[in-house]
């Protein structure tokens, strides 16, 4: 399967923010939402970083007083891996284990147009195993059709 058969099967808003926006902002956005990061665009709605819960955590250690004022441009990993719809979800889950992160903006040139994350990856794998399990038992007890 593809990035691009995974983000047809169910079109999701992409949720971003932007680098002038606070950390409280987004705090705030990822809290309301109940996920785990946010793409960082520009004015022209291009991907230019990202920035977890995980950043937010460790800026909140190191900046105890003062972190909700930081800015997003201040906080956001801007050396990013991307995703590419043609990719296969196989290269994406390995890049993602490799680098030990949890998401992968998917990209058409400088904008985004999908998210992938660990547990859609996870859900996708799961679902063929489901299937491949479903037709080895019908096959052990003579009942495929083939």
């Known amino acids: 399967m593809t990035v691009k058969d995974l983000l047809a099967e169910g079109h999701r808003k992409i949720i971003t923010i932007s680098t002038a ?8 956005v990822l ?11 520009n004015k022209q709605d291009e991907l230019v970083g990202i920035v977890s819960d995980k950043d937010i955590f460790r800026l ?19 050396n ?6 043609d990719d296969k979800l196989n290269y ?14 998917i990209v058409d040139g400088s ?4 998210l992938i994350s660990l547990g859609d990856i996870v859900k996708n794998q799961l679902s063929d195993v ?17």
Do not use: W
Not at 21 to 28: G, I, L, N, P, S
Not at 92 to 105: G, K, L, V
């Open 60 to 78: 909140s250690y190191q900046n105890r007083t003062d972190f909700p004022e930081h800015t997003i441009g201040q906080v956001m990993s801007t």
């Open 130 to 146: 489901s299937v491949e399990n479903r037709y080895l038992k019908e096959y052990i007890h003579g009942q495929y059709p083939a």
């Open 21 to 28: 926006d606070t950390v409280f902002e987004a705090m705030k």
């Open 111 to 114: 904008n985004i147009i999908g």
């Open 92 to 105: 994406i889950a390995t890049i993602m284990t490799e680098n030990r992160i949890r998401h992968i903006p």
């Open 80 to 85: 990013l891996i991307v995703g590419l719809p």
């Open 31 to 41: 809290i309301q939402n109940k996920i785990s990061c946010l793409p960082v665009v």
